[in-house]
């Protein structure tokens, strides 16, 4: 399917590279993440890329579709 996103190390900041490959494991896209979450593909696209800071709403709802434990936020969303 061509209109899936591939990661790579531009369209992802560095900091959300596991977050990125996590996605990808759950055979998501960051579209299809988007609309999972109620949100646009450019909302997802911009926070992924570190130009906007993911909310504390977005990161819980993202941890509960990516089954993403609370030992592991850090490991997906790094606060340094």
């Known amino acids: ?6 990661y ?7 900091k959300y590279r596991a977050l990125g490959e996590r996605i990808r494991q759950e ?3 960051q579209a299809e993440l988007a609309k999972e979450m109620g949100k646009s593909g ?3 696209s911009l926070r992924m ?4 800071d993911w909310s504390l709403s977005d990161m819980q709802t993202i941890c509960k579709i990516l089954g993403i ?12």
């Not at 434990?69 to 340094?80: G, M």
């Open 1 to 6: 399917n061509m209109s899936r996103v591939i």
């Open 27 to 29: 055979d998501y896209t």
């Open 69 to 80: 434990t609370r030992n592991e936020v850090l490991k997906y969303f790094p606060i340094v």
């Open 49 to 52: 890329r570190g130009k906007v």
């Open 8 to 14: 790579t190390e531009t369209s992802v900041f560095p």
């Open 42 to 44: 450019a909302y997802i």
